[in-house]
């Protein structure tokens, strides 16, 4: 169906990689605990959007692109944790401006901001962009016409069972941090912990090595 073989198979295995801890797991984590529940969900969505912008790319074939050359690799490797840091930073000199969002002013800016900030710190990991170049066509008959159309059904069921695995770390990540914000000494822990977070990230993402 749709060009696409082992459909089970894909599915199982997209739980098993959701449920393994990685950047994208701790980016959602950092942003339920320091800014709460509302900006945790909108964080996984624009994180899930990513996922699709990497399906595309990896069915249009532009993905080889990171695949074949190092200097391709290098910059967008770079932008993407120069992009994660700069986000820490701002919560670490800003730590009282991260509160829960549902309860500002401005809050659909700050929630496209939410977004947009998900789409990118995703779409600008290339260890992403390699690892569906390499896993997607697995699951793809190699006798279909429409190549990006099995792509496209495969990146949704990834962006699916994401998405459900992200809400659940939304909302234990927010309840976690919403008991411990009652203590005054933890409540300032947990809002500079999501700067921290990131900044690691992105040192992490700048150090890493494609595979």
Not at 47 to 65: F, K, P, R, Y
Not at 146 to 167: A, K, N, R, Y
Request: hydrophobic share 55%; glycine share 10%; proline share 3%.
């Amino acid at each position: 169906m749709f060009g696409i073989h082992d459909l089970p198979l894909f599915i199982i295995s997209c739980i098993l990689l959701n449920l393994t801890p990685g950047q994208d797991t701790l980016y959602i984590i950092g942003r339920s605990v320091g800014q709460g529940r509302t900006a945790g969900i909108v964080s996984v969505i624009g994180i899930m959007t990513g996922v699709l912008v990497h399906t595309l790319l990896a069915a249009l074939g532009l993905s080889v692109i990171l695949a074949t050359s190092a200097m391709a690799f290098a910059i967008v490797k770079y932008a993407g944790a120069l992009y994660l840091i700069w986000i820490g930073v701002r919560f670490l000199v800003q730590p009282d401006g991260s509160g829960e969002v549902a309860h500002t002013a401005d809050q659909t800016r700050k929630r496209w901001k939410i977004f947009s900030q998900g789409v990118l710190t995703n779409v600008l990991n290339p260890k992403v962009a390699l690892f569906f170049l390499s896993f997607l066509p697995q699951f793809v008959s190699a006798q279909t016409q429409m190549v990006v159309v099995p792509f496209i059904v495969l990146g949704l069921l990834f962006f699916t069972t994401g998405s459900i695995w992200g809400l659940v770390l939304v909302y234990g990540a927010s309840w976690l941090s919403t008991r411990f914000r009652r203590r005054s000494s933890l409540g300032r822990v947990f809002k500079r912990l999501p700067g921290l977070l990131f900044v690691g990230l992105g040192i992490r993402l700048a150090f890493s090595q494609a595979r």
